[in-house]
Every structure is written in C-alpha cells, then in structure tokens.
C-alpha cells in the first residue's frame, strides 16, 4: 500500500509540474502574441520584418524559390484539409476511436473559423513584390504558419498520448516542429508574409492547441462520467 502510494503521489508530482510548464510556456506565448500585435500592427513598427526580410534575400536564387515553393504546399488547404480528413479517418476505421476522430475534427473547423476571424479583425495587407502570384486575402496572422503549427501540434500531442517508445516520441515531435517551421519560412523568403505574420501563428497555434486540448478533454471527461452514471 506504501509503495502504491508513493507511486502515486509521484505521478501527482510529475503532472503538476508539466500543467506549470505548460501554463509557463502559454504565458510567455500569450504576453509575445499581445506584444506583436501591438508593436508591430498596430503601432506599424517594421524594423523587425525588414531585418527578417533582408536577411531571406541573400538567398533568393530559382533553385531555392522552387524549394520553398514545394514547402509552402504543405500549409495549404490543398494539403491540410486531407490531412486533417485521413486523421479523423484513422481514428475512426482503425482505431475505432470516435471521440479521438471528433477531437481531430473540432480543432482543424476552429482553427479555420478562427484564423479567418482574427485575419479580418486585424485586416493587415500582404507584403509588396511577393515572389507568386495571386495571394489573396489578408496578412496577420500567416494562415500556412498558424495552420501547418496547429496540425503539427495535434499529431505531436497525440504522439505523446499514444503507446510509442519515448525515442521516436523525441524524433517525432522534432520533425513535426520542422516541417511546420519550414512551412513558416517559405511564407517570408516568398514574401507573402511578414516574419511578425508566422511568428504570431506560431504563437496563436500554440494557445489555441492548449485551449482546445483543455475543452475536449472537460467535455469528453464528463461525457465518459455520463455514460458510465448510465451503465
């Protein structure tokens, strides 16, 4: 009973210490988000974006424009909608996992929803002399960052749920985390986007993901309670 209880109160322990790391962390992310929009949009300061800016045309060449062209597919709707569809899929037919297959699916809906509201709140135009062509819509903040971030993010959270060895845990969440962060950078070497515009969805994914982990679970404890009270 002793060693039970040690056990227990160690992974007590070990839970609280990630819920401050995780609030620590959203902290910072919120106070960073505030001070962009502030800072940067709203105040028009742009000294950072044209570091950033001249900094990616050192290395305009066709080769790397073809790159980053290839990369920024992935953070497109093109990619991400049926991404988001085999997810939800594979948690349903092979893993017969409804609420994880609903969980996927809520988050990618309010992360569009989301994403159009604050892009039209803010209504910040796209950089002058974009790399490609027809790029609509509104700057602040980067849809492909704040998208390809989002999904990431909910792949890795679902890494970390799953049975898998910590190792490819580790390999995982660091080639998650790279393919979203070049998905972001494309965005400024092709100048579609501000670096403030990736580094606000970088940011906004990661409150976002938080929040929504933090609903579903509430709502899926208490859907789990209900059906038990009902057994």
Excluded at 70 to 94: D, E, M, N, R, V
Aim: proline letters at 3%; glycine letters at 6%.
């Amino acid at each position: 009973m002793q060693k039970e209880a040690i056990k227990t109160s160690e992974k007590v322990k070990g839970i609280s210490v990630r819920i401050i790391i995780v609030l620590g962390v959203l902290a910072v992310f919120i106070a960073a988000l505030y001070f962009l929009t502030d800072e940067i949009v709203l105040e028009g300061e742009t000294a950072f974006d044209d570091r950033v800016y001249t900094f990616f045309q050192r290395f305009q060449t066709p080769g790397t424009t073809s790159l980053m062209l290839f990369f920024t597919f992935f953070g497109s709707i093109k990619f991400l909608l049926p991404a988001y569809l085999l997810l939800s899929c594979y948690f349903i037919f092979f893993k017969k996992n409804s609420k994880r297959s609903f969980n996927v699916a809520a988050i990618g809906i309010s992360s569009g929803i989301l994403l159009k509201l604050i892009k039209n709140i803010f209504q910040r135009h796209r950089p002058p002399h974009p790399l490609i062509e027809n790029v609509a819509g509104f700057s602040y903040p980067s849809g492909h960052s704040f998208s390809s971030f989002t999904l990431a993010g909910v792949i890795i959270y679902i890494l970390w749920e799953s049975q898998v060895k910590t190792g490819w845990k580790y390999l995982g969440t660091v080639l998650l985390f790279m393919y979203a962060a070049l998905v972001a950078s494309s965005r400024v070497y092709l100048h579609v986007h501000y670096a403030s515009d990736v580094l606000a969805g970088f940011f906004l994914s990661f409150v976002w993901l938080t929040i929504c982990i933090f609903i579903l679970k509430r709502i899926n404890k208490k859907g789990k309670v209900a059906d038990e009270a009902t057994d």
